[in-house]
């Protein structure tokens, strides 16, 4: 299976800060990856499929870049609805999908 | 709407059994992949299963292979994830989850979870 690591595991921030997660693959998995945001008590929602592609109605402060084995989602100025649980997600492989064990986003 | 609703959770024992399902509406069910996500208390996420259009192709994470079977029924705009033999460690939220996919200039599809449910939860417990 491929396993996705995620860094930091959790992170503080300030409103306006800008903000990188970063996601590395344990193999090559081109650009079959995928971010999420996850509230407390709430389903994860899509921010970014294909690595870098913005899902409709995301705001464009949220970013996905990278190819191959590393990844980043970048927040170019966090708001206080930003702060969360980030998953990343590879579908390389859709016989065995796996997610990053989760950066927790905390207000500073 | 776009909207899928889970139901059927609750609180089993282990050794027991467990039928959820999720109900699609708002767009057309027979078009897409689903998949079932889960997340066992204050852990992350963990996909579980997922199956295609036609029911043809039906994948799982090794910890449920044997004990779980995903099924839909296309005619019923549902989704539903037989749970056999479960345990302790089964415990979690279940969510269902509509598979988009994008096309790319070459290469496989793209494919990620668009659509979640809100959940149900199933608790194993004595």
């Known amino acids: 299976d491929i396993q996705m690591t995620q860094s930091p595991s959790s992170l503080s921030a300030s409103v306006g800060d800008r903000v990188t997660i970063t996601c590395r693959a344990s193999?090559?998995?081109?650009?079959?990856l995928n971010w999420y945001q996850q509230k407390p008590g709430k389903a994860p929602k899509l921010l970014i499929y294909?690595?870098?592609s913005l899902q409709s109605g995301v705001p464009s402060r949220f970013s996905g870049s990278g190819s191959g084995t590393d990844f980043t989602l970048t927040i170019s100025s966090l708001q206080p609805e930003d702060f969360a649980t980030y998953y990343c997600?590879?579908?390389?492989?859709?016989?065995?999908?796996?997610f990053g064990q989760g950066t927790r986003l905390e207000i500073k | 709407e776009v909207q899928l609703v889970e139901s059927g959770g609750g609180l089993v024992q282990p050794g027991g059994s467990l039928r959820l399902s999720c109900a699609a509406s708002?767009?057309?069910?027979?078009?897409?992949?689903m998949s079932w996500v889960r997340q066992a208390p204050g852990k992350g996420l963990e996909w579980v299963a997922n199956?295609?259009?036609?029911?043809?192709?039906?994948y799982y994470v090794d910890s449920v292979k044997g004990r779980f079977t995903i099924s839909r029924d296309n005619a019923k705009n549902s989704l539903y994830l037989q749970m056999n033999s479960l345990r302790a460690e089964d415990t979690a939220v279940y969510y269902c989850?509509?598979?988009?996919?994008?096309?790319?200039?070459?290469?496989?599809?793209?494919?990620?979870?668009?659509?979640w449910g809100k959940g149900t939860t199933v608790t194993v417990s004595s």
């Open positions: 989850a509509r598979v988009g996919a994008a096309r790319p200039p070459e290469g496989y599809y793209y494919y990620y979870m668009d659509v």
């Open positions: 708002g767009f057309t069910f027979s078009s897409y992949w």
């Open positions: 199956i295609k259009q036609d029911g043809s192709e039906k």
């Open positions: 193999q090559s998995i081109s650009s079959y």
């Open positions: 294909a690595a870098s």
């Open positions: 997600q590879q579908s390389y492989s859709t016989l065995s999908i796996t």
